[in-house]
């Protein structure tokens, strides 16, 4: 947020956009890059840290223990339908950013 430009927020609520306004459609736009960084890495480490999960989860079923249950059974359609949309997501983000930059420049 250090980085961010503080005169385009003053110039959206100079032109009258309300606090909610201005955070939706100026704040929220400039920092929407480090949150789906941030949310692709927690979500990449809960994957890569099965074990410390595995010790630390309790009674609660997570995501990568479930997997892991599954396939410790025989691979049912779940996990192949759920690792095919992991792996899609990840290709709609990256196409997305790369048409994104594209427009840009």
Same mark, same amino acid.
């Given at each position: 947020?250090?980085?961010?430009?503080?005169? /385009?927020?003053?110039?959206?609520?100079?032109?009258?956009?309300?606090?909610?306004? %201005?955070?939706?459609? *100026?704040? @929220?736009?400039? *920092?929407?890059?480090?949150? $789906?960084?941030?949310?692709?890495?927690? @979500?990449? /480490?809960?994957?890569?840290?099965?074990?410390?999960? =595995?010790?630390?989860?309790?009674?609660? =079923?997570? @995501?990568? /223990?479930?997997?892991?249950?599954? %396939? #410790?059974?025989?691979?049912?359609? =779940?996990?192949?339908?759920?690792?095919? /949309?992991?792996?899609?997501?990840?290709? $709609?983000?990256?196409? $997305?950013? !790369? $048409?994104?930059?594209? #427009?840009? !420049?």
């Amino acid at each position: 947020m250090v980085g961010l430009d503080p005169s /385009l927020e003053e110039a959206a609520r100079d032109l009258g956009a309300s606090s909610w306004t %201005t955070f939706w459609r *100026i704040t @929220f736009p400039m *920092i929407l890059p480090g949150v $789906v960084a941030g949310a692709l890495l927690a @979500f990449a /480490l809960s994957i890569d840290d099965f074990v410390i999960t =595995q010790f630390t989860s309790g009674a609660m =079923q997570t @995501f990568p /223990l479930w997997i892991w249950g599954a %396939t #410790r059974i025989g691979v049912p359609p =779940q996990v192949n339908i759920l690792g095919t /949309l992991i792996f899609a997501v990840g290709v $709609v983000i990256a196409v $997305v950013n !790369s $048409v994104t930059a594209r #427009r840009r !420049s």
